[in-house]
């Protein structure tokens, strides 16, 4: 049976993907206690910044509307394009995150509204080793409380 620490977690949303090893901590009996009790906590071990979503949607919209003019680009069909040139570069780092660690298992997260873009522009063997989704960003939270997300439930 495969054990958690061979899991790849992997959060993300539009501007930033990071990827996380779980360790396994021994912590010390309190006397009471007849097993050790284990505590798991996430290792970054890569990330990366998605250089097109720094520039804000806004920015690349009003720049092809200049370019192109006003009354030949729908606006939101713009920005709903880019947005999913962006999920697509993010299936493409979560692929290359896979093959690069060999996970047996990924715990995945990524911004609610985009979640089910990313798993389908996501490669075979990635979609395969999904295990946990959160539909949720989670970039920004410390790493103890990334890992709460996915050992709930």
Do not use: C
């Amino acid at each position: 049976m495969s054990t958690v620490e061979k899991r790849l977690v992997i959060v993300g949303n539009l501007g930033e993907v990071q990827a996380y090893r779980i360790e396994a901590h021994p912590r010390k009996n309190t006397g009471r206690e007849t097993e050790e009790k284990i505590v798991y906590a996430l290792e970054e071990i890569d990330g990366a910044d998605i250089v097109e979503a720094r520039k804000r949607i806004g920015e690349i919209v009003s720049d092809a509307m200049g370019r192109f003019g006003h009354e030949t680009l729908d606006e939101h069909e713009l920005e709903k394009e880019e947005k999913h040139r962006i999920v697509k570069t993010v299936a493409e780092l979560v692929d290359m995150l896979v093959k690069r660690h060999k996970p047996e298992g990924v715990w995945l997260s990524f911004t609610k509204a985009y979640l089910p873009s990313l798993e389908e522009a996501l490669g075979q063997e990635s979609r395969a080793l999904i295990e946990k989704r959160v539909a949720r960003d989670l970039v920004k939270l410390p790493k103890e409380k990334v890992l709460a997300h996915f050992m709930e439930g």
